[in-house]
């Protein structure tokens, strides 16, 4: 397939992870979700930077959330999660493009990272859907690659 | 991508009977058809039938 043309549908944007490298699965029933990446700022203003403050790039990191309902028969759903999270475990996540399918578009770019849950929350109202919310954070190296 | 077991899984942090349907990564997929755990999707070739001459 080649790279998707025009802006994209946000539905399209999943979140595939697991327990070890290359063996995720999509998380279930999401309605929301997010990557942020950020870098810190070096101050290497001095005397000679005419009043003006001055930088450099330092210690970059990334986190991740998602949103979505709870079912008790998921594949991998709050669940198992929830497991991970009381186990201490590494994750191991793709957040990629399937386009109009169930597969990651070929052509396009995705996020591959590890990381760790620092918060999920099991939220539940009056007559609502039952819902959880998840943040990661990542370790190690932020990889942006091309879809194979 | 959709995958659909031919044999049980017990691997890669993943407990799954024959059969089940499940929506994994293109590299897991990957892996998972090189372990034999996936249908076959390869088309075989047709064998072109010979009609004896008379």
């Given at each position: 397939?080649?790279?998707?043309?025009?802006?994209?549908?946000?539905?399209?944007?999943?979140?595939?992870?697991?327990?070890?490298?290359?063996?995720e699965?999509?998380?279930?029933?999401?309605?929301e979700?997010?990557?942020?990446?950020?870098?810190?700022?070096?101050?290497?203003?001095?005397?000679?930077?005419?009043?003006?403050?001055?930088?450099?790039?330092?210690?970059?990191?990334?986190?991740?959330s998602?949103?979505?309902?709870?079912?008790?028969?998921?594949t991998?759903?709050?669940?198992?999660?929830?497991?991970?999270?009381?186990?201490?475990?590494?994750?191991?996540?793709?957040?990629?493009?399937?386009?109009?399918?169930?597969?990651?578009?070929?052509?396009?770019?995705?996020?591959?990272?590890?990381?760790?849950?620092?918060?999920?929350?099991?939220?539940?109202?009056?007559?609502?859907?039952?819902?959880?919310?998840?943040?990661?954070?990542?370790?190690?190296?932020?990889?942006?690659?091309?879809?194979? | 991508?959709?995958?659909?077991?031919?044999?049980?899984?017990?691997?890669?942090?993943?407990?799954?009977?024959?059969?089940?349907?499940?929506?994994?990564?293109?590299?897991?997929?990957?892996?998972?058809?090189?372990?034999?755990?996936?249908?076959?999707?390869?088309?075989k070739?047709?064998?072109?039938?010979?009609?004896?001459?008379?």
């Open positions: 397939m080649a790279q998707t043309a025009g802006i994209i549908n946000s539905s399209s944007i999943r979140v595939f992870l697991g327990t070890t490298d290359a063996s699965v999509v998380v279930d029933h999401v309605t979700c997010s990557i942020s990446m950020s870098t810190d700022m070096r101050d290497i203003t001095t005397k000679t930077s005419g009043g003006f403050r001055e930088l450099l790039p330092g210690l970059k990191s990334a986190s991740l998602l949103s979505g309902l709870f079912a008790e028969d998921t991998n759903g709050y669940n198992q999660l929830i497991d991970h999270q009381i186990a201490g475990a590494k994750l191991f996540i793709v957040f990629t493009n399937t386009g109009a399918g169930a597969a990651g578009n070929a052509g396009d770019e995705q996020f591959n990272v590890e990381g760790f849950i620092t918060s999920l929350e099991q939220s539940a109202g009056v007559e609502d859907n039952v819902g959880f919310s998840l943040s990661v954070e990542v370790t190690g190296t932020v990889v942006r690659e091309v879809i194979s | 991508m959709k995958v659909t077991l031919q044999k049980p899984l017990n691997n890669y942090g993943w407990k799954w009977p024959a059969g089940k349907t499940v929506e994994v990564s293109n590299k897991f997929a990957a892996k998972l058809k090189k372990g034999g755990y996936l249908d076959a999707t390869e088309q070739d047709i064998k072109k039938k010979t009609t004896p001459k008379i």
